[in-house]
């Protein structure tokens, strides 16, 4: 006896008219038919079932503050950091947890149950870590939230900003964070990558930093932080945020640091929407693209997951709360067309994230939570061109979000009828 079967699912590793079958909020059984009772039974139509989408890389203090006391002019990320730190003493715990509520509605909406959020730790009063430890509680029913202690302004370079991370993480913050590019010189970027490993190994935590979100070839603080995980013994548990310099690098370099970053088994995190939208400011044309080498990391067996980084907030006035849109830009700016590898590319948005954030009985097997998205798309591929619809959305076994198909009818005399949102002609296939 099943709580919920889905039936006639497609799955992204490519099964099709599969059965899912899920009780006390467990995938417990995955076959071809399931023949037993449930208590609800919802029909997929061959449309694909994904395990929900898991946002690495996102700032949920900020979202939604655009216009917050005035737009970025420049457009530029010193704008968007002088920016937030114009907002920063005005910000208010209410405020901020009304604001991340709002944010984790869309969210959910798009089948985004997992977030981690970087957590500003700069202003000593620490309200965003409050705010943000009680907005994490209030949405643990539905959402994941995973919180990062970030020194904005730097861990050297902002004063008490070492004490305000010890402090946020003394308060239950989980993963360590930092900003080497934006120390005052490439040696206190280096010393802090170094301090915060140690942080991070003493107290068995992760670390996420921000890392060369720059255009500048030079800034290699990815290279200490390969070998700092690797001298803390924190291999797995290290991730790589941004990591734009990579793209301007020289060749030869990025063949020696890839085997380091592999053999670290540090994870990287590339944000492509806002990476497109600060990065190569300062060229003229042509304009560098400003993302690190996604394609190349994949094929040296780093781990590669895609965040959003921001919605509407001093450095992006754009955002959905929809993963597809990440991986959408990815296949663009990555130039990764191929179906294999877009599929590639929902993987980082879906598994490649979830690893990295560490979750626990993450996906499709059985023994999994019954954390499900049922999208109105045939497979990973056409889910990241459409962007369709999420019909439901399911959290331990239960529909909590759902979305009406897109259904566009013609009135054209000849052409009357409804659009099939995918445009193939029955039976067309590629691969
Ligand atoms: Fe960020």
């Known amino acids: 006896m099943f709580d919920l079967i889905i039936r006639n699912a497609s799955l992204p590793d490519g099964r099709r008219n599969m059965d899912i079958g899920i009780a006390k909020g467990v995938i417990t059984a995955v ?78 909406s798009k089948g985004l149950l997992a977030v981690r959020s970087h957590v500003d730790v700069s202003d000593p009063r620490l309200v965003t870590v409050e705010a943000m430890l009680e907005l994490r509680d209030l949405v643990a029913p539905y959402l994941d939230l995973q919180l990062v202690a970030f020194p904005q302004d730097g861990y050297y370079r902002s004063p008490g ?35 915060l490993c140690r942080i991070a190994a003493d107290r068995g935590l992760m670390v996420d930093m921000h890392c060369d979100e720059t255009d500048d070839p030079m800034s290699r603080h990815v290279e200490t932080l390969a070998a700092q995980t690797m001298r803390f013994g924190l291999q797995g548990r290290v991730a790589g945020s941004h990591l734009t310099s ?71 006035s754009m955002g959905t709360g929809d993963l597809l849109d990440v991986a959408n830009m990815a296949v663009h700016a990555s130039q990764m067309g191929s179906v294999a590898d877009k599929t590639t ?31 109105q798309a045939r497979d990973p591929a056409e889910a990241i061109r459409l962007r369709p619809a999420r019909l439901h959305v399911i959290r331990r076994g239960q529909i909590i979000a759902q979305t009406a198909p897109s259904l566009s009818v013609l009135n054209i005399p000849g052409r009357a009828g409804h659009v099939d949102p995918a445009c193939f002609a029955p039976g067309q296939k590629f691969d």
């Open 31 to 108: 076959d071809q038919s399931i023949s037993s009772e449930a208590g609800q039974i919802l029909d997929a139509v061959e449309n694909l079932v994904a395990p929900p989408f898991v946002d690495p890389h996102f700032h949920m203090d900020a979202t939604l503050s655009l216009g917050m006391p005035r737009m970025n002019v420049s457009g530029t990320l010193l704008e968007g950091i002088a920016l937030w730190g114009e907002l920063r003493p005005t910000l208010t715990r209410e405020a901020l947890v009304q604001r991340g509520l709002r944010y984790c509605d869309l969210a959910v």
């Open 345 to 375: 590319l929902f993987d980082a948005v879906t598994v490649n994230s979830a690893r990295i954030l560490g979750l626990d009985g993450y996906g499709l097997e059985v023994g999994c939570n019954a954390d499900l998205v049922i999208l």
């Open 161 to 195: 900003a070492q004490a305000s991370l010890v402090r946020a993480l003394d308060m239950g913050v989980e993963i360590v964070g930092g900003i080497p590019h934006f120390e005052r010189t490439m040696e206190e970027g280096r010393a802090s990558v170094e301090a």
């Open 246 to 316: 990579m793209h301007s690098m020289d060749n030869y370099y990025v063949s020696k640091l890839l085997p380091l970053m592999a053999e670290s088994g540090m994870a990287a995190i590339s944000n492509p929407l806002i990476n497109m939208m600060l990065q190569g400011r300062h060229d003229t044309y042509p304009k560098r693209r400003g993302l690190t080498r996604i394609p190349q990391m994949i094929e040296a067996g780093i781990p590669v997951g895609l965040g959003q980084d921001c919605v509407m907030d001093p450095w992006y």
